[in-house]
Each structure stands twice: as C-alpha cells, then as structure tokens.
C-alpha cells in the first residue's frame, strides 16, 4: 500500500509542464492566463497601496500645516498690536534722573506687559526678529530705503529697521520695514 504518489504542490508542478491526456493544453492555456491576471492584479494592487501610502502622508503634512498656520490671521493681528505696543513704549520720554514717580511706574509697567506679551506669543510660534545689523533676506526683509554704507559696514547689510520682522511657526507674518546700505550710493546724491 505504498502508494508513491507525489505531494499535491508537485502534482500541480508536474502538471503544469506538459500536457496529459486528462489535461488538455487549452487548460495550461488557461492556467498561463490566470497567472498573468493574477501578476497583474498584484501589481495594481501595489501601485494602489503605495497610493494611499502617500496619500496618508500628504494628509498628515496638511492637517499638520492648518493646525499650525490656522491661526496666521489672528496672529497678524496680535502682532500689530504688539507693534503699537512697542511704538507707545518708544514715544514715552527716555528715563530722567528726578522724573514723575507716575512716569516711571507707567513706563515699568508697560514694560512688563510687553515682555509678558512677547513672551505669550513665542510660547504660541509667533517670534519677533529684529533686522538691525544683519544681511538684507528678501524672504524677511522689505526695504524701504537705501543710504550710502556708513565706514565698515557692507553694502546689503540692514542699517536701521522701522519695524522688526514677524514670523508663525519659521513662516512669516510680516516682513521687517529697513534701511539698507546700497551699493554705489553718494551721499550727495
């Protein structure tokens, strides 16, 4: 009873490489068929993973970029204020020996609110750049003016700023207002 058939994957191996009589070669036909549709449908179905795949990471980078720029519009705003802020601050007289004690006081407390305020918003992403002696950065920078370079200081550098720069998250809100020293500028002309 030692029956010596093969195992059933080496049957259908054996099968498959030529014809039998109870196995016509149209089936072997058909079988080459199956197996091409079957290559072809594993391909799809790759190239229908890989698909998704990046749509899942497109997804996750835009989901990410609205949670940290949703608020770009309200942080302008906030950002004006802390603009005015800063404008008030600089129109109060400079500290005196002998000035009004109220003087003194409401000028420390301004102050204080600035920094507490400045202090909230780059807790939140929103940072204040000052331009002042740094390279122009057309990507930060709007120059307002040029003057000739005072003695020592390259041309393109920022001589002074009007207003510094504003950035959410490393994008910007708004650019710094400067002065740049220009190239090939007379300071008669």
């Known amino acids: 009873m030692n029956d010596q058939t093969p195992a059933p994957e080496t049957q259908a191996d054996a099968a498959q490489a030529q014809p ?3 196995q016509p070669a149209d089936t072997l036909a058909r079988i080459a068929e199956l197996e091409a549709e079957l290559a072809q449908m594993k391909d799809r179905w790759l190239r229908s993973e890989a698909e998704m795949q990046n749509l899942r990471a497109r997804t996750r980078r835009e989901v990410e970029d609205a949670r940290q720029y949703a608020v770009q519009k309200f942080a302008r705003d906030v950002v004006e204020a802390a603009d005015n802020l800063r404008r008030g601050l600089d129109a109060l007289p400079p500290l005196q020996e ?3 004690e109220l003087l003194t006081k409401l000028r420390g407390g301004f102050e204080g609110v600035e920094r507490a305020f400045l202090a909230m918003l780059e807790r939140n992403g929103v940072v204040r750049q000052d331009a002042t002696g740094k390279p122009f950065d057309p990507e ?3 120059a307002m003016a ?3 370079p005072p003695e020592g ?3 393109g550098t920022v001589l002074q700023s009007w207003t510094p720069a504003w950035t959410l998250n490393g994008r910007l809100l708004k650019p710094a207002m400067v002065v740049v020293a220009g190239e090939g500028i007379s300071e008669t002309a």
């Open 20 to 22: 039998t009589p109870e």
């Open 98 to 100: 002998g000035e009004a």
């Open 140 to 142: 930060l920078h709007q």
């Open 146 to 148: 040029q003057q000739p």
């Open 153 to 155: 200081v390259a041309a």
